[in-house]
Structure formats: C-alpha cells, structure tokens
C-alpha cells in the first residue's frame, strides 16, 4: 500500500509506485511509556509480524533537542532498544539501530531544512507545547525537530509509519517536505507517506490529568507507567490514577466529557484486546474501587514479561551495542544510496571516491 504523490501533487507525472516499508522511532528522552508501549511500540511488533519490512530507530539526535545528560542519554538508548526486543521487536526480522549511527539522517535533515518552510514549523503545536512561554531560549533543534523527522522517514522511502496520535502533525508536515522536494525539483523522487494511527490507545493519557497526555518527561512520575516499574509500583499508580466519583457507564456514548475514565477503559481494551463497547460492557455500572484491581492485573500481567526481558538484556550492553551497531550497517546500506540520489538531484559535487 504504497502513497506516491498523486499526478497533481507531481505536475501532471505518474508518480511511481514505491515498495511498502515502515519507519518509526522512538526518542531514548526517558524511560519508555505504557504511552510508547501502547501507542507505538505493540504496534510496531504487530507490523514487523504481518512480514512488513520495518525499520526502527532510537532517535537520539531528536533527544537532544532538550538537554540530555550524557551518561543518562546513553543508558536510555540501550534500554530503549531492550524495551523494543522484550517487546517482540526481532533484530534479525527488523532493522533496529540508534539514528547517530547513521550520518545520512543528519545530512538529509539538513536539506530538509532547507525545503521546509518557517511558517509550516511555526504552527507545531508540539513544538508550541514544548517551548511554552521560553520560545526564545529553547534550542533550534527542537523548532526544526519535524525537518529531521521528515529525513529519518523518507531516508528510507517509507511509505508507512506507525505512530501515536501526537505524530499526526508531523506527519502531515512529512508528506508537505515530500510533495514540496517533488515538485521544486521536477522529480518523483519521495513517497507521500501513509500515518498508521490505530488501536484504542492512539493517546494515552497522563494518569494526573486525562488532558494531557502520558510523557515519558512529565515532571510527574505518577503521571506514568515506565516499562521499567515493578508490579507494586504499577498497581500503586493504577490505585491513585485520577478519576471521578461515578461508577463506569453502561455505554461507550458514557464516557464523553470523563476524559479520566475514558482513559483507563481505553488502556484497559488495548492492553486485553477487547474493544472498548466490550470493555464498557463487561464494567457497567462498576466502581473504580473495584476496576482500578482488575485493570493493575491486567497491567502486570502484560507488562512484567517485558520488564523482566529488558532487565535481562540491560545486564549485557555490550550484546544492545552489537545489535544496534548492525541495524546501523544495514540501515545505512539502504540510506546511502537513496541520499546520493538526492545529492545528484539537489545539484552537489560528489566526486570523492571516483
Ligand atoms: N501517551 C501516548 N499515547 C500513545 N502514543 C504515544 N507516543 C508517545 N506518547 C504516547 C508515541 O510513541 C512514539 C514515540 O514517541 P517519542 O518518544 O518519539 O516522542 P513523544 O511523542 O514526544 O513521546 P513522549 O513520551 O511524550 O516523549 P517526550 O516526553 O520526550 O516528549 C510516537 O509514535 C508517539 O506518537
């Protein structure tokens, strides 16, 4: 299911059909997320297992868009690749590498910069909510952020990627630095890329406030399940997770304006596979006193199998690096030449190496 650009978008060319391949990442900013877990990572699994080929990332060179300690940046990004192979991410199957060890991502981030506009990147809302009020002193990086995302995509000519609901903008502003390169350069060179946003935990909300959404860098450590949490600490969470007084509803049509108990329904069907109509029935007319249990259960018993597997990876760097340093070979074998290709179209000397 590939996503050319349509004749229009090319001027009036048939737009070449391009071979279904998945991109996504993941920024190693924190510990991973029920949120990442959910939203991104079971998903990711599910692609690679329907024999897609699927590329993944830990995105670093994003992570630094805020300040990242050194030492801690390093021991997030190998447990982020833990989190991916508990997971069910195969490293043989998958390609699975940080994005630092692959210069082209950085070289084509670079060029996008130069295609995408202010004016697109101004209207962010990710960005907006990430800089707030100190717009004037947060880094470049973070304001041209979706510019390097864009690269990281169409490095690799995908032509799906898996994400939360957050991502939707950048996405859109992905298939707009595409359909732009496209059509400035006379070419068909990108594909216009699919956002696969599906499932019941599209956005997984913050466990304090059913507004906001669940952040592996939310001040707050109650506002999240990290993959990392024991059982105690997850049932913990789960016990003092925000609701309000009333017992679940007898209809889906009963949640809308109880962002709180809409949240830990929808966690609770994308965790047992239920869809929420099931859920909400199966509940009906139950306290949270009583669901909130059932639903750590549920938590635990999908999550600890994880946990457990990452501890046992993290206790072995030297295996994460090795895997990471492959996905990096294999990954820059398919980047290189798609970004040579872009060097000849933009009009740059490469003649080194000849
Ligand atoms: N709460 C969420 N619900 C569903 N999906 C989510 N994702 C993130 N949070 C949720 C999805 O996880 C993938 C990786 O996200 P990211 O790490 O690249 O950046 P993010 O979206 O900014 O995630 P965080 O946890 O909020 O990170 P910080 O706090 O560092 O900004 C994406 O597919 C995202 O949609």
Known sequence: MSSPASPDQMGGQTPKAFKPRIFSGIQPSGGLTLGNYL????????????????????????????????????????????????????????????????????????????????????????????????????????????????????????TMVPVGEDQKQHLELTRDIAIKFNNDYGVDFFPVVEPLIEGAATRVMSLRDGSKKMSKSDPSDQSRINLTDDADTIAA???????DTEPLPETVDGLRDRPEAKNLVNIYSALSGQSVAEVVAEFANTQFGSFKPRLA??????????????????????EIDRILADGADRADAIARPILEQVYAITGMIRSRGK
């Open 237 to 243: 969470k789960i016990r003092k997770a925000k609701t």
């Open 39 to 158: 939203g991104a990572l079971k998903r990711f699994v599910e692609k690679q297992d329907e024999g897609i080929e699927t590329i993944y990332c830990l995105v670093d060179m994003h992570a630094i868009t805020v300040w990242q300690d050194p030492a801690k940046l390093r021991q997030q990004t190998r447990e982020g690749a833990a989190a991916f192979i508990a997971a069910g991410i195969d490293p043989a199957r998958s390609i699975l590498f940080n994005q630092s060890q692959v210069g082209a991502h950085a070289e084509l981030g670079w060029i996008f910069n130069c295609v995408a506009r202010m004016g697109w990147m101004g209207r962010m809302t990710q960005f907006k909510d990430k800089a707030g009020k100190n717009s004037e002193n947060v880094s470049l990086g973070l304001f041209a952020y979706p510019a390097l995302m864009a690269a990281d995509i169409l490095l690799y000519h995908a």
């Open 297 to 318: 259960e549920l938590a635990v018993a999908r999550l600890s199998p994880i946990t457990g597997e990452m501890n046992r990876l993290m206790a072995d760097p030297a």
